[in-house]
């Protein structure tokens, strides 16, 4: 299971790496974040590169595709429960072992205010099932995340802190460097994988 914000996905450039992605790892479901495409280009995607794969995007809610779900229904079933602008919530059953669980896909928005949406809609979807939450929330939840620039204020985590807290969230173990977005001069951590303490 990958997550990627992967920048544009217009270009068969970009959308040959996606492919060779999946290949080379063997990926079961991915979520593309930041993909810039309308219907019909990720309908052009579906039909010409990944024709045995399912999808399901955000475009309807959206002014374009800002998040899109590949999975190979030969390997995990997955069930769309909601969709929004920042947010796809599906339930993923694994085939081989019917290990089911929710997952959340996220791209949230780059102003404090716009990802209030994302924390309330996060927080009406809170399963008391095993729970995984991954992309891009662009938004970091603490000093630690941040290395170079304006040190952070209170205001510009609490919302996201206050949702992980109310919805006992946490990252989960991951190995690789910290940092996950830099401008060149500044790095921080807005990319996550979390789960639910359940």
């Not at 595709?65 to 947010?87: E, F, K």
């Not at 995984?132 to 970091?140: A, E, K, T």
């Not at 807290?165 to 996550?192: P, Q, V, Y």
Request: aromatic fraction near 12%; charged fraction near 20%; include cysteine.
């Amino acid at each position: 299971m990958y997550s990627w914000n992967i920048r544009g996905l217009n270009s068969p450039l970009k959308q040959h790496e996606v492919v060779s992605l999946m290949r080379r790892n063997k990926i079961d479901i991915l979520g593309l974040m930041e993909t810039k495409s309308t219907a019909s280009k990720v309908t052009f995607m579906h039909k010409f590169r990944l024709k045995n794969w399912k999808f399901v995007s955000n475009v309807a809610v959206a002014s374009n595709a800002r998040i899109v779900i590949y999975w190979n229904p030969s390997t995990v079933n997955v069930d769309m429960l909601h969709i929004s602008a920042q947010g796809i919530h599906v339930l993923i059953c694994s085939l081989e072992t019917q290990i089911s669980f929710a997952a959340t896909f996220v791209y949230g928005y780059n102003t404090i205010s716009a990802r209030r949406d994302l924390w309330e809609d996060l927080k009406q979807w809170n399963h008391v099932s095993p729970w995984m939450i991954l992309g891009d929330f662009n938004s970091i939840l603490s000093q630690e995340d941040k290395y170079n620039g304006n040190s952070i204020s209170n205001y510009e985590v609490s919302d996201f802190r206050n949702c992980c807290a109310e919805l006992h969230l946490a990252d989960l173990n991951f190995t690789g460097c910290h940092f996950t977005w830099s401008n060149g001069t500044m790095w921080s951590k807005i990319d996550r994988v979390m789960v639910n303490s359940l």
